[in-house]
């Protein structure tokens, strides 16, 4: 039986370290023509300089666009007023059209007033006439004749006081009729003078509205020419902004690309991975304060930079530290276990933190893993508690093989080996 467990384990072993040992190739792209990260990276500086001269000219597009729309702005105030212009205009002609109609009715009232007058004068002659002739009823009879028939002095005297009276009496109408006739076509004359100097000042304004009305046009052709232009500028955007959006999908794309790349050289040259070796606490499940389940995630032998305020040892700056760092004995490719079931939220480059691994516990709690030679998982990927998810290594900005651990509750970082230690 004893030798039955040896040559078990010993079976067990050899599939671990084979396991291990063929994560490299396993779980990377094997494309042997695949470029290599510098020739990914200068393709990348180019898509880069691609995309700022490709945001120039978009500024500058936009530039005339603002420019357009400032003409455009401009032009319809400036038509505004004309157009308001050609409306006080139109009043002003309306108005005098009013007056030169109610001018001709006056005038018109003027002219059957002398027609009147002329019509009585006429008739006061032809009364007159008849006097006259109801006079002369013998044949000629002359106005001296009139008085020599007189029969005595006093028949001279009366006939010639009738004479007299007669002929006043017709003086006086005819100069009543005469000075009121003169005053008609006087009156007229006025009249006919204002109402012609409102036709002059009607034709002024009608000039004066033409010209505007022509102005008008022209404001509109050029406001219809900056319409279209705008048209062009909108046309011309959304392609460029279209094209810009390609470009920034291939520049994702080309990153992805250059972080693979990296990943596959990194590969090439990291330390292979061994047989772990600690104090075998990797992926053992412990409970915190709350009697939640944890899993320890990986098998390290100490702490060496706590949770909180430290000298940066790269750096030297003082500065928080959000997680935990792991010491595993300098040893590389020792497992990293999933300290809880969740979902893969995150995996690549992270900066400082080399190949990082985030999972998103789906309860507020984020554990995040950090400096990994390699992982193992993808994004979108449900894992389980204690399953492993990559392995230990120096990825990023560190000063050996380690794990940086941290756990974040709602977006906060806190302490995690209130849950793990």
Not at 43 to 68: H, V
Not at 234 to 263: G, S
Request: proline share 3%.
């Amino acid at each position: 039986m004893k030798n039955k467990r040896v040559r078990l384990s010993a079976i067990v072993l050899v599939l671990i370290c084979g396991l291990l040992l063929g994560l490299s190739s396993d779980f990377l792209p094997t494309n042997a023509n695949a470029a290599s990260s510098s020739a990914i990276k200068e393709q990348i500086e180019q898509l880069e300089k691609e995309q700022a001269e490709l945001e120039d000219k978009l500024d500058d597009l936009r530039d005339q666009q603002d420019e357009n729309a400032s003409e455009i702005r401009a032009i319809m105030d400036q038509k505004n007023v004309i157009d308001q212009q050609i409306g006080l205009l139109y009043t002003q002609i309306s108005n005098i059209n009013e007056q030169i109609s109610a001018y001709s009715v006056l005038i018109a009232d003027k002219q059957e007033e002398l027609d009147d007058a002329e019509k009585r004068l006429k008739e006061l002659n032809e009364k007159h006439k008849e006097r006259i002739r109801a006079m002369e009823e013998n044949g000629e009879l002359s106005y001296w004749s009139v008085l020599f028939e007189a029969n005595s002095f006093s028949d001279f005297l009366d006939r010639l006081t009738m004479m007299e009276e007669i002929a006043a009496a017709d003086s006086r109408r005819m100069k009543e009729i005469r000075e009121a006739a003169l005053e008609v076509e006087a009156a007229k004359a006025e009249l006919t003078a204002e109402r012609d100097e409102l036709k002059v000042a009607k034709d002024e304004l009608a000039a004066t509205q033409a010209e505007l009305e022509e102005k008008a046009a022209k404001a509109q052709e050029l406001l219809e020419e900056l319409l279209a232009k705008g048209e062009e500028y909108e046309a011309l955007m959304e392609e460029l902004e279209e094209e810009q959006e390609a470009m920034t999908d291939e520049l994702a794309n080309k990153k992805v690309e250059y972080d693979e790349a990296k990943y596959r050289e990194h590969m090439a040259t990291a330390p292979k991975p061994t047989q772990p070796a600690g104090n075998g606490n990797g992926g053992t499940p412990t409970k915190d304060e709350l009697g939640k389940t944890w899993v320890i995630p990986c098998d390290y032998t100490m702490v060496t930079s706590p949770f909180g305020w430290r000298i940066h040892p790269i750096s030297g700056v003082e500065k928080f530290h959000n997680g935990v760092d792991l010491w595993c004995m300098g040893i590389y490719g020792k497992p990293i276990y999933a300290t809880r079931e969740g979902v893969v939220s995150y995996t690549g480059w992270y900066g400082s933190g080399g190949w990082t691994v985030m999972i998103d516990h789906l309860d507020g709690f984020k554990s995040i893993y950090m400096h990994m030679t390699n992982f193992i998982v993808s994004e979108g990927d449900f894992v389980t508690a204690g399953q492993v998810i990559g392995y230990v290594g120096d990825s990023g900005g560190t000063t050996g093989p380690h794990l940086h651990f941290e756990l974040r509750y709602n977006g906060a970082a806190v302490n995690p080996m209130n849950y793990i230690g």
